[in-house]
DNA sequence: CATGGTGGCATTTTT
DNA sequence: TGCCACCATG
């Protein structure tokens, strides 16, 4: 991939000591960059140079304004975009940039919890739940609410959920403002999902910054700490914050008001996560004396490609009056080809890329972009027939595959006890005979309790032999965490719990490219290691650093750290979002049709269409020289669903293409084309595909995976580590559940209020009592003494009385 | 009571 | 294409 504006540094640029940080740099980049104190926006418009602007200002800052780098905070959108400032800042400061804290929101936010979350309950030591987690909490709440999914869909709740996160809306105001039945549902869920969490001491996304503005506002001493420590903050993709993160920059930034921000009101595509353009408004209202710098001269595109660009956005009504220009030439028209469908379109692109290939051109200067992931099929079906070497980003990561989730929820299950879904997850899997009925008398245990589902299990284990084998593999496994190095423990719980043998077992072929992933996933665990830390502590950095990788960091199906230098030559695939801030010599833009681009989701309202129209030019702008743009005339998808947009299955050309002056446009691919009009025309059903594209499909991946095959198959599949199951029951609940695995981090209730320790004494029927998790309520009745002593209590929130192991339950009185 | 197979169905964009 | 719900079997 190249990098934006990589090409424009110069070896003066770097040269130190003292290097000329505004040399080479026009007029109002120089501006922005030798900016002195108070609230800076930078509007920047797509190719302008904006990322050479942002590490030129931080190297200012340390080199010609005397601050600390440790004093600084930059943000980004992706770890991508911090990995490549943070390489590009060390070549221009050396080791002056070491403290520099260059990072996401979301790192940003997990960072400050990690020390912090235990103010709010949790235990630092918190996980954090993905998307398919949280659906599963979500799953669970909705059968507990009696609320039925066919009436209220759960992705409306996730969705409903999501939006009260991104706009800082906790539960109890979410129950105030609602208005309807459905508000007051999804408060209510709301309300009980995050109960859930709490209680698996976990996090989801929207919790990283929720809980970060929530520690910063209500605990003076921890904001007190940040805003002495950072003195100057920047933050890049302004247009794509929304009000959480601006709330956490606005705290930060607050005494001082040292905000550098960039930002493009043009390239605002996240709306659908709470950013809006009101932002980069707002920001000036909130910061009255706020200098504001446009950069407006485009160093990426030829002019032809600008022009474009520009047609198609000067269309929207919400958007700052600006125009990019180049100094340089018009460049190339931009080509167009129609396909008869989308396997035409996709042969088109494959062609194209060979050709491209032997005027010179690298595979890693192409990309193809799209609307939807589901395009990514058809093109990769004909790029593997084409031999094109391709990475393509997003879709389905490394770490969402099946295997490395199972794998990787037994490491969750061991370090935190709690992770019910971890639990859920591998409790059954591979099989070992504890099904739906098992898993429901767990539940029933760990309801009554008051426990985690792991601690209910080891109940359950002593009526239940499929439960109690489980029991005693969790327990093998932390002993083995406790003498095992991450590498050979992942290792270990492939075999330990038949996952690679039943694997190697199998007649699928997909079987043995699952085996290569977890030996990948186990050979990532070894580059983890770290000889002073001890294997609990790397896992838990593992976990986290695999929780935040995004799909923008790592191409699909890959894990990544491995090999972090080695850039190999490829073609880049990926969405229209995930494209944003990268550039490439050649592009094609696929799919350039009414119902995909505009996305037919999309095309009943303004607002949604608008920010369409801005994914249309950033795709767009993200061409230097060559610009594709393809469409096809009939499409799988939509086949069956007659969608909007698409009348009689025939597919419409884009409303954006037909902004685009004809003139500028180019068809080829056949030479019947001509006079053919991308526009207007209909497909032409063959192109000149002198290429000879063998279509056999080569076995190489499947070579490679017999060649690397470990487990031997079924036949002589043994056991390869004796099991000891002379250990009780007993000793694998102290082993699983160490005391201080339940206890919150550093603040029992009693501790948090300021109580005395007494609360045993004073329960009696009658007696009010609060629990951390499940609220008010009202104890019924007190049975046993000392560690046994159970506690039942009707909770406000709840029908059912609970019945609570005291030890355990962390109740205060009320 | 657990499991594996089959058939139906929907499918934006992502930290 | 991939996921879920349902059903027949052991």
């Known amino acids: 991939m190249i990098s934006e504006q990589a090409q424009m540094f110069s070896p003066e640029d770097s040269s130190r000591p003292q290097p000329n940080l505004t040399k080479g740099l026009n007029d109002p980049q120089a501006e922005a960059v030798v900016h002195g104190d108070g609230p800076i926006l930078v509007l920047a418009g797509a190719g302008s140079g904006k990322t050479r602007v942002l590490t030129h200002r931080v190297a200012q800052l340390i080199l010609e304004q005397g601050v600390f780098a440790s004093r600084i905070l930059a943000v980004t959108f992706t770890n991508k975009a911090a990995q490549e400032m943070r390489e590009r800042l060390h070549s221009l400061l050396g080791t002056d940039g070491e403290n520099l804290w260059i990072t996401t929101f979301h790192s940003a936010g997990l960072r400050i919890l990690r020390h912090n979350a235990s103010r709010l309950s949790y235990s630092n030591q918190f996980v954090i739940y993905d998307d398919q987690d949280t659906k599963g909490v979500l799953k669970q ?48 869920v709301y309300d009980r999902y995050q109960k859930v969490l709490l209680a698996a001491n976990a996090m989801d996304f929207g919790d990283l910054l929720v809980n970060t503005v929530r520690v910063l506002r209500e605990f003076p001493e921890v904001l007190d700490y940040y805003r002495r420590t950072l003195h100057y903050i920047l ?22 008001r040292n905000l550098f921000v960039v930002g493009d009101d043009d390239q605002s595509i996240y709306g659908f996560r709470g950013a809006t353009i009101s932002n980069i408004l707002e920001f000036e209202k909130d910061y009255p004396n706020t200098k504001v710098v446009k950069l407006e001269q485009n160093y990426r595109s030829t002019g032809t490609i600008l022009n474009a660009a520009h047609a198609v956005i000067e269309k929207n009504k919400s958007r700052k009056a600006k125009k990019l220009w180049t100094a340089g030439d018009d460049g190339d028209p931009i080509r167009t080809f129609i396909g008869y469908d989308e396997n035409q379109e996709s042969e088109f692109i494959t062609s ?7 005027q010179g ?23 593997v027939r084409g031999k094109i070497p391709y990475k393509i980003f997003g879709g389905l990561k490394f770490f969402d595959r099946k295997e490395v989730k199972d794998i990787l929820g037994y490491v969750r299950l061991l370090i935190n006890p709690a992770d019910n879904q971890a639990f859920q997850r591998v409790v059954n899997t591979p ?14 245990e760990a309801r009554e309790t008051s426990m985690p589902f792991l601690h209910a299990s080891v109940t359950v284990a002593q009526s239940n032999k499929h439960v109690k084998k489980f029991v005693e593999l969790m327990g093998e496994l932390k002993q083995a965490a406790q003498t095992m190095k991450l590498g050979e423990f992942l290792g270990f719980i492939v075999e330990k719990t038949e996952y690679g043998p039943r694997l190697a077992a199998m007649k699928d072929p997909t079987a043995q490219s699952r085996i290569e992933n977890l030996q990948e996933l186990e050979s990532l665990g070894r580059t983890m290691e770290r000889p002073e830390t001890s294997t609990e502590e790397v896992m838990k950095d593992f976990l986290d650093r695999i929780s935040l990788t995004s799909s923008a960091d790592v191409p699909a199906g890959e894990a990544g750290a491995n090999d972090p230098n080695q850039k190999t030559d490829t073609v880049s695939l990926m969405t229209l979002h995930l494209a944003k801030g990268l550039e490439f010599p050649v592009v094609f833009l696929a ?6 681009l505009p996305h037919y989701r999309s095309l009943d309202d303004v607002v949604g269409l608008e920010e369409e129209r801005r994914l249309c030019y950033v795709g767009i702008t993200r061409a230097m020289k ?25 597919r419409v050309v884009s409303r954006f293409a037909k902004d685009i002056d004809p003139k500028s446009l180019t068809a080829v691919g056949t030479e019947r084309s001509q006079g053919a009009s991308f526009i207007e025309g209909y497909p032409r059903f063959s192109f000149d595909d002198d290429d000879d594209i063998d279509t056999r499909i080569e076995d190489d991946y499947s070579n490679t995976w017999r060649r690397k095959k470990k487990y031997p198959s079924r036949d002589d599949a043994q056991p390869t580590y004796s099991s000891k199951t002379n250990v009780s029951l007993d000793q694998i609940r102290n082993l699983l559940m160490p005391a201080d695995a339940m206890k919150q981090e550093s603040k029992t209730p009693e501790e ?10 004073q329960l009696a029927p009658g007696v009010e009592v609060i629990h951390p998790t499940f609220g008010k309520g009202c104890v019924e009745s007190v049975k046993g003494s000392g560690n046994t002593a159970n506690v039942t209590v009707k909770f406000d929130s709840f029908d059912e009385p609970k019945k609570l192991v005291y030890r355990f339950a962390k109740l205060v009185l009320g």
Request: charged fraction near 25%.
């Open 752 to 761: 948090y209020h300021g109580k005395p320790s007494a609360v045993f004494e």
């Open 352 to 358: 194209e890329i060979r050709k491209l290939i032997t």
């Open 235 to 256: 933050v890049d993709e302004f247009q794509d914050t929304n009000k959480v993160q601006y709330m956490f920059i606005r705290l930060l930034a607050e005494p001082r």
């Open 141 to 188: 709440v909705l059968k507990d609410l009696n609320i039925n999914e066919d009436r209220y869909p759960l992705d409306t709740f996730s969705r409903a959920i999501d939006k009260f996160k991104n706009n800082y809306i906790l539960p109890a105001e979410a129950g105030q403002r609602a208005s309807s039945i459905e508000t007051d549902l999804q408060a209510q």
């Open 626 to 650: 060559v610009l594709y743009l393809s469409r096809a005339h009939n499409r799988g998808m939509f086949a069956a669903g007659g969608s909007a947009g698409s009348a009689g299955g025939a």
């Open 591 to 596: 799919g350039m049709e009414e119902g995909l």
């Open 361 to 383: 051109y690298k595979h890693s200067e192409m990309a193809i972009l799209y609307r939807t992931n589901a395009q990514t099929r058809a093109l990769e079906e004909s790029l």
């Open 431 to 444: 099989p070992r005979g504890i099904g739906a009925q098992a898993v429901q008398a767990i539940a029933d």
